[in-house]
């Protein structure tokens, strides 16, 4: 059994930062590509950035310059810094990453942290 459970969301006001972290755990022997995506109210769910196993990094144009995706292989964890948040970032995050379980490779979604940039 594999679980991705996300913390870090939380209540932030424009112009300010908020890290998110998503931590794998269970019967893992591989993690390969991990990534955040983002759903906000009424709105389709949104890819934001990914990670390879070696480091690559790519973001979506809404995002660009102002959040960083970036993984802990010793501790499982995928982290995404978020900088000069804006109130259209308002939206529940979920970390998602292919992971080797068993001899099988799948995708593993979180369960969701809620980040709502208000004043």
């Known amino acids: 059994q594999v679980q991705l459970v996300e913390s870090g969301g939380g209540l932030v006001q424009p112009g300010g930062s908020l890290r998110l972290s998503c931590a794998a755990s269970?019967?893992?022997?591989?993690?390969?590509?991990m990534g955040w995506y983002r759903q906000a109210p009424g709105k389709q769910c949104e890819w934001i950035a990914r990670?390879?196993?070696?480091?690559?990094?790519n973001y979506a144009d809404s995002v660009k310059g102002r959040f960083t995706i970036s993984r802990d292989n010793a501790k499982n964890t995928v982290y995404l810094q978020m900088n000069s948040l804006k109130s259209e970032d308002t939206a529940v995050y979920y970390c998602?990453?292919?992971?080797?379980?068993?001899?099988?490779?799948?995708?593993?979604w979180g369960q969701g942290t809620q980040v709502t940039v208000s004043s």
């Open positions: 990670i390879t196993s070696g480091d690559s990094t």
């Open positions: 269970g019967s893992i022997s591989g993690i390969s590509g």
């Open positions: 998602t990453g292919t992971i080797r379980s068993a001899s099988v490779w799948r995708n593993y």
